[in-house]
């Protein structure tokens, strides 16, 4: 070899090795760099704003209305329509444990209240003469829960923490 370089392993010169230890530490560098400035930063993943918080929570909330409101639309007996009722209960619950805002906390217990109501009047609402229930009982109650629902939009404007809900 006659550019000075000594052969290390068949084909790799020492030069060679030095280059490529070189581009290794800058990127050894450059990583540790980045993990130091996510941690500084609270752990590399952005704070969550009250906006943000708000839209996933009316999002899910909106998921959990539109379910009940749908289970009181589908034929069904009462116990199983009260099942699908109280589930969607205890997911609003699930959420109204995470709220760290009181008027947040208030209207999602406002749902919780309101599924429950539905859920405890179902096997009294008015039915027809097949046993369906009456479609005005049935929209009535319906329209009870989506208020409910609403006055979260409510509660997360005047929301002003910069995290969570």
Same mark, same amino acid.
Do not use: W
């Given at each position: 070899m006659h550019s000075g370089m000594v052969p290390r392993h068949a084909g790799q010169t020492i030069g060679d090795s030095t280059m490529r230890g070189?581009?290794?530490?800058?990127?050894?560098?450059?990583?540790?760099?980045?993990?130091?400035?996510?941690?500084?930063?609270?752990?590399?993943?952005?704070?969550?704003?009250?906006a943000d918080s708000c839209a996933t929570l009316q999002s899910e909330v909106r998921d959990i209305s539109n379910g009940a409101q749908n289970t009181l639309a589908a034929a069904g007996t009462p116990s199983e329509i009260q %099942?699908?009722? $109280?589930?969607?209960? @205890?997911? +609003?619950? /699930?959420?109204? #444990?995470?709220?760290?805002?009181?008027?947040?906390?208030?209207?999602? %217990?406002?749902? $919780?209240?309101?599924? @429950?109501? +539905?859920? /405890?009047?179902? #096997?009294?609402?008015?039915?027809?003469?097949?046993?369906a229930i009456d479609g005005d009982a049935i929209a009535e109650q319906q329209a009870g829960i989506q208020e409910a629902a609403d006055k979260l939009k409510t509660a997360c404007a005047g929301k002003t923490d910069s995290t969570g809900y």
């Open positions: 070189t581009k290794t530490t800058a990127v050894l560098v450059l990583a540790g760099a980045l993990l130091l400035t996510g941690c500084a930063s609270g752990g590399g993943a952005s704070p969550t704003t009250a %099942a699908k009722l $109280d589930d969607y209960s @205890a997911r +609003v619950v /699930a959420l109204e #444990e995470k709220a760290d805002n009181p008027d947040v906390a208030d209207a999602l %217990a406002r749902v $919780d209240e309101k599924i @429950a109501e +539905v859920s /405890a009047a179902v #096997e009294t609402l008015p039915t027809d003469a097949d046993g």
